[in-house]
């Protein structure tokens, strides 16, 4: 079943800015490590950042843009998305760390030339 909520998403100008909400049910947000995917038309899903309790990892394609972080208060795990660019135009999925096979509905992200 599914244990996220992803939301935020919009159309955004090249070099603008997005931020995504995540909000995690349940215990998988103090049990598991957690993450933002994305997947472009035509192109297989691909891990943009996760993260533990303080530890980060992000793509080396985003590296330097993205932000993400967790609030334990609201169980909300964020993706602040900076310099945005064309080809970060995807459709943007919250999930565990790895990631299990109960994907969301995702949120749209899409960015102008």
């Known amino acids: 079943q599914v244990q996220v909520v992803e939301s935020g998403g919009g159309l955004v100008q090249a070099g603008g800015s997005l931020r995504l909400s995540c909000l995690a049910r349940g215990g998988v947000f103090s049990r598991n490590d957690m993450g933002w995917f994305r997947q472009a038309p035509g192109k297989e899903r691909e891990f943009v950042a996760s993260i533990k309790w303080i530890q980060t990892s992000y793509a080396e394609s985003v590296k330097g843009r993205f932000t993400i972080s967790r609030d334990s208060a609201t169980n909300e795990i964020s993706l602040q998305m900076n310099s945005l660019k064309p080809e970060d135009t995807a459709t943007y999925y919250c999930?565990?760390?790895?990631?299990?096979?109960?994907w969301g509905q995702g949120t749209q992200v899409t960015v102008s030339t």
């Open positions: 999930n565990t760390v790895p990631p299990r096979d109960n």
